[in-house]
DNA sequence: CCGCGGGCCTGAGAGC
DNA sequence: TGCTCTCAGGCCCGCG
């Protein structure tokens, strides 16, 4: 489910919650999501209180007073539900408030703060660890990661740096996290659309010969900048599993261009296309055979 | 070494 | 209604 857009809006609903709060009781429900548990999860994070709640890429950091993070990931279709205690008096406002857990609400945070996070991850594709600040950089899944795409460092001459030996499509090449982190299939589309860059063009071809940019890729790393904004603006995109930690739908969705808009006309100002699905390394492609060259 | 396809899971929706 | 099939915001691993 998520990406970039959808963790920071989980990020910035976990936060009021988190940041500053003790755990005072930690509920693990099955013993692994994506991976076991680590040992002793529980008591590790009992006691501890959360100093900071950040994020890098689609990684969740709660940076814990004993020197570790917390590191959580929410796969397809992980979420966070944040209740307040206040919320409780407050009858009829959250449907799934009145303290029962579902199936899949597999952990549950008591914090010292009066909220109660549930974590809820149906195809349990996310995971949570536990790993030592000082040892992040050995962590190959963090350690490895490219800039954040919305930070100073990624900009037309790093992404055409990264992709000028590449030889897959530019589609495929934003999709991998170690060129840079935090986009997904929806946002790639959507990036790529309003760059007018088709996603079968090859990435190479973003640098010139000397692996300079090109053009058109300062145009999309404008873009990918954009609609990242955008979507976080909106709360993120709601399809399936994604809510705020509130509860509500993001709303981004309604803005797409042409993620799951096959056969609809495409809205660049007078493009004549329609929008098409392909498939590329696996996964839907959704673009406008016309304005994307 | 690199790129691709399969697999991990469950649930929603389409088609019959 | 109910079955079967396909597909889904991600990422790791093994194969060629």
Redesign the pocket.
Known sequence: ???LP?VETVRRGLQPAMEGARFDKVEARRP?L?FPFPENFVKRLEGQTVTGLGRR???LMADLSSGEVLVM?????GSFHVLHDADASTPGRFHHDRGKLG??DHVVFRMSSGATVTFND????GFMKIIERGKMDEE??IALLGPEPLGNAFDAAMLAAACR?????VK??L???QIVAG????YVCEALHRAHISPKRM?RALANRKGEPVERTALLVDAIKLVLQDAIKAG???????RQTDGDL?YFQHSFRV??REGEPCPTPKCTGAIR?I??????TFYCPVCQK
Do not use: C, W
């Open positions: 489910m998520p990406e959808e692994d994506r890429a689609k990684y990931h929410l796969g397809m279709s199936n899949h149906p195809r349990r594709f190959p899944m030996d590449k030889k897959t499509s495929a090449a999709l991998d996290q986009l997904g299939n929806i990435a993120g995109s709601s399809l399936r599993d994604h993001g993620y799951d699905r498939v590329q390394t696996g996964r839907s």
